[in-house]
């Protein structure tokens, strides 16, 4: 190490290393203009200071993975994240004329300022408070003038306790107090933002190594320092507050008057005698000092080693892959007239932002996505099946954008698990269905077996066959319903969506414009329709279901879960529209008069569909009756 180094790091030195030469080179005294070439001697203008480094900060020094010379910043000389910082005396400085304060003196404070906030209107001594517990000073008014000086236990007056004055506000000449241990603080946590790195905000901690039982003293700051200064002030904190429970009262003399507040004092002429700070001084005919006991020692800096910063690793601002989903209802819990959002991507951002408006300016941020979904295409067709049973058919193959599947028992199915939509990727246009099996055949690539389709009651959108391209989204924790209002269902919004890090027109976001029906508001289909032709006419019978509690089986009959219970029916013939009855059971007959009337005489279609008051009708169940002529 360079002679009188102790090895730490000191931006302070560098600072004042510059400061010095510059400004004695800037000097014309002492850079004068050479009357042969008619210029400075030295041009300051073409004057370099080594080292700026081009690698870009704080990606070095931390990523020493690619850089290994990134654990010499520490005792180096780089200027990348230094030359920003401020002297703490131009700090100070510039807070006490700020308040009006000119008539300081700040030649005695030493150290630099990485970063300081003050966030509130406040006073000047408000905003001094947070550096002179940092960096350990003292303010001292001395004839007019604000001093202000470091704390480091050096230049202490020996004073001898016999020529102290007599005061009658003393017992005895020297007055010693000491705090109960109980009191003491024997844990100090530190919060502060971290430099050198992504300024989060860590903690560091100094605890003492006698007692576990002290109380702990939790304090944050809004400075910028590295970890190794956090721990520094903690330590130092700890140790003044242990030693500062020593105080002591005396009167001085008159011929002692020079002392005042600041100064260090040893009540013994004893070289190793303790040493302590007068804190406060009452004048009269003589002074009454208050002072605090002080070791040299807590205001050395340790040697403590530098922890590398977390480095986080650099995300490409690349498009995500938004999906909305229009479901019904899972479990009841959800807010029915809500679609649900899954947003994927790779590389992944750490969260994506959903930017909302009626039209394509003018956008609020609606929602912020956590989780990135399991989301995929597929390459081989589902054909349609029956719901309610296991499709045993050939294995779905699913290429993933990004994430894993996992096979569950079918008991675990049963139970809800491996839920999944597949879909055109509309918002509206979605099948339900369960698997039990996912078996890995290449990277991202799975094939799904084992299946119940139709679920939820998505069997009336189930095509005759789901192409290959389809669109599959895992129904898992990861994807969230949007906070969509109730009175904007069916409206068109404008969405734009992307990495939640960037401002919504950064070209990797997505605009979509979507309306939905809010789904979880759609009754289901009736199921078991069937007819019973007579002379009189077709009589017609269907069961209902439920999208709310109608899996208990232990009642009469499942919930309604509508207003009222209404269906609406409509006769087809050759695709027209011959006959539309809006009714009250699940029961209907086409009489005779009724398909005379129609001009119906051959084979027909009936559809039925519950009706919500809010929703309007449901998906049809269908069936065709009678034999064309």
């Not at 901690?205 to 190794?228: C, F, G, I, W």
């Not at 003399?253 to 507040?261: N, R, Y």
């Not at 002072?291 to 340790?302: H, L, P, W």
Request: aromatic share 8%; proline share 6%.
């Amino acid at each position: 190490m360079p002679a009188f180094s102790n090895g730490l790091r000191d931006d302070y030195i560098q600072a004042q290393y510059l400061t010095a030469t510059l400004g004695y080179w800037s000097d014309p005294a002492v850079n004068p203009v050479s009357h042969i070439y008619g210029a400075r001697m030295l041009d300051l203008a073409n004057a370099y200071v080594w080292a700026w480094d081009t690698r870009p900060f704080p990606t070095f020094p931390n990523l020493q993975s690619q850089w290994d010379d990134g654990k010499n910043y520490a005792r180096g000389h780089w200027l990348n994240g230094q030359s920003g910082s401020r002297t703490l005396a131009s700090v100070v400085t510039e807070i006490c004329h700020g308040a009006g304060v000119t008539d300081i003196d700040v030649s005695r404070l030493h150290g630099v300022v990485r970063g300081y906030v003050i966030e509130d209107v406040t006073n000047a001594r408000s905003a001094l408070q947070p550096l002179m517990l940092r960096y350990g000073f003292d303010a001292i008014e001395r004839d007019g003038q604000l001093r202000f000086q470091m704390r480091n236990g050096y230049g202490a007056v020996a004073l001898n306790p016999d020529h102290l004055a007599i005061s009658r506000d003393l017992e005895g000449a020297v007055e010693h107090r000491r705090e109960a241990e109980a009191e003491m603080t024997g844990r100090v946590r530190l919060r502060f933002v971290q430099s050198d790195a992504d300024h989060d905000l860590v903690a560091e901690e100094a605890v003492l190594p006698d007692d576990k039982t002290h109380s702990v003293s939790v304090n944050e700051m809004p400075l910028s320092m590295t970890r190794a200064e956090g721990r520094q002030t903690a330590e130092r904190w700890l140790s003044e507050a242990r030693a500062s429970r020593d105080t002591v009262r005396f009167a001085l003399p008159p011929s002692q008057i020079h002392l005042g507040a600041g100064d260090l004092v040893r009540l013994s002429e004893v070289e190793n005698s303790p040493i302590y700070r007068i804190d406060r001084l009452e004048t009269s005919d003589l002074q009454l000092a208050e002072a605090v006991r002080v070791e040299q020692g807590v205001y050395k800096a340790s040697d403590l080693r530098e922890d590398a910063p977390t480095v986080k690793p650099y995300a490409a601002p690349t498009p995500l892959l938004p999906v909305f989903l229009d479901l019904p209802l899972f479990t009841g819990a959800e807010i029915p007239h809500a679609p649900y959002l899954a947003v994927t991507g790779d590389p992944w951002p750490g969260a994506a932002a959903v930017y909302t408006s009626s039209s394509d300016e003018a956008y609020a941020l609606g929602d912020i996505v956590q989780g990135q979904a399991i989301v995929g295409v597929t390459e081989t067709p589902l054909y349609r099946a029956s719901a309610g049973v296991w499709d045993e058919g050939s294995a779905l193959r699913i290429k993933l954008v990004s994430g894993q599947l996992e096979s569950r028992t079918r008991g675990s199915v049963l139970n809800g698990l491996n839920l999944a939509a597949i879909g055109d990727g509309s918002p509206g246009n979605w099948e339900v269905f369960q698997f039990s099996d996912a078996v890995l055949e290449a990277p991202g690539v799975y094939a799904l077996s084992g299946r119940l389709r139709g679920q939820l009651g998505t069997d009336a959108l189930m095509p005759d066959v789901w192409p290959d391209g389809s669109v599959f989204v895992l129904l898992n924790s990861q994807i969230q319903q949007t906070s969509l209002m109730r009175n904007e269902r069916r409206m068109a919004k404008h969405y734009r969506i992307g990495p939640v890090d960037r401002s919504y027109d950064d070209p990797s976001f997505q605009h979509l414009i979507a309306s939905f029906d809010g789904n979880g508001l759609r009754p289901y289909a009736p199921v078991h329709l069937k007819v019973q032709s007579g002379l009189s006419g077709d009589a017609l019978s269907w069961i209902r279901r439920a999208r709310l509690d109608a899996d208990d089986w232990s009642g009469l009959e499942i919930p309604l879960g509508e207003e009222t219970e209404s269906y609406l029916v409509r006769i087809r013939a050759d695709g027209t529209l011959l006959r539309e009855d809006l009714i009250a059971e699940p029961r209907w007959t086409y009489s005779s008069t009724m398909k005379a009337a129609d001009g119906s005489t051959g084979a027909y279609e009936v559809e039925v569909a519950q009706v919500s008051a809010v929703y309007g009708p449901g998906p049809s169940t269908r069936l065709l009756v009678g034999q064309s002529a």
